[in-house]
């Protein structure tokens, strides 16, 4: 467990750790709608990083049927939304990740969560449901708050596609940008 | 006007290994024409079926990937336009069969009968787009359908069919989905 470098400091969560982790588990396209969370730290290196594919898309949902479609061929996709995005697109969840069992990976900022708090216990009505949502749907979930966490998402995408099941990843602590 | 069935018909004569995502009205026709693993039926959220097609176009950059869309359908996902136009695969055909209503859900007109679903194509900067509204139009755009550099958008004005409701559990059944990946690995 990695612990803060000085007495006071929070422990960080470094972008480049979390991007190492999915590199790790073979992703090749990033599907994503801009978070404010994860913009400085993911998203924008993700974007000039050669190794990913970045589709920017206009509606989280669309995410949904691209990585859908990109499974009949064992391609591996993430989808970067925020938790308002993941709200938006849950029917789609429901319907192509969940119903026809497929390795959906989505990544979910938790924009406005207090640092160091579970998600259950935000102050943050938006942010308090993600997790209950996630289990209603059964689907598999780690929360990353700390470079400490980022084992689990290499962990959670190649466990979403040796089960053939969807998985979500929350971005508890803000990604710091390298 | 024409004739949805008959020009999936006329389509179905054409087909050979593309992969075919239909979904409502047109997976129900496409079906009963021409059953075989490389159709793909979106299911599970309305309006998405455009989104899958780019998915696969992406994955199987060898095939193209001809999406029949509904307009009711494409009404729910409009940005789909935009992301393609940006993407550009070159694989993928996208057409959406308008009749003006909701056909699969008693025959409600659309929000606005009037909308230019070529014209939002071209905003979106899709590379080859169409509208057609007789057999013989659509029969001469066949070769763009299947061949032209994508991306290809075409709107193929269709009479309004039988109305629903209608039954989708054999289309989706989780065997043709195996059987796609499957058709897709040899």
Known sequence: METASRVGTPPRLRGARVIDEIKAAGVEYVLSVPDQHTSAGLLMPIAKDRDFKLIRVCKEDECLGIAAGSTYRNRRSLILVQYTGFLYAVNAIRGVACEQKLPICMMIGMLGKEPGAAPGDSKRFGLRIIEPILDVLGISHTCVETDADTPAISAKIEEAWAQSKPTAILIGGRPEAA | ?186
């Open chain 2, 1 to 186: 006007m024409i004739n949805r069935r008959q020009a999936l018909e006329l389509l179905a004569t054409r087909i050979t290994y593309e992969i075919v995502v239909a979904t409502y009205s047109s997976a129900t026709e496409w079906i009963d024409i021409l059953d075989r693993p490389l159709n793909y039926f979106s299911s599970g959220a309305m309006g998405l079926a455009s989104s899958h097609g780019l998915g696969l176009a992406l994955a199987c950059p060898e095939r193209r990937v001809l999406v029949l869309d509904g307009d009711g359908s494409l009404l729910m996902n409009l940005g789909t336009l935009v992301t393609i136009g940006r993407v550009a695969p070159r694989n993928l055909t996208h057409l959406v069969m308008r009749n003006g209503t909701y056909e699969a859900n008693g025959g409600h007109p659309i929000p606005n009968p009037d909308v230019d679903f070529e014209l939002h194509a071209k905003a979106a900067n899709i590379r080859t787009r169409f509208t057609v509204s007789d057999m013989g139009s659509f029969a001469a755009k066949i070769d763009d359908i299947l061949h032209a550099e994508g991306p290809v958008f075409g709107c193929v004005m269709v009479e309004q069919g039988p109305l629903g409701p209608r039954s989708y559990k054999e289309m989706y059944r989780g065997e043709r989905r195996a059987a796609l990946k499957q058709a897709l690995a040899e």
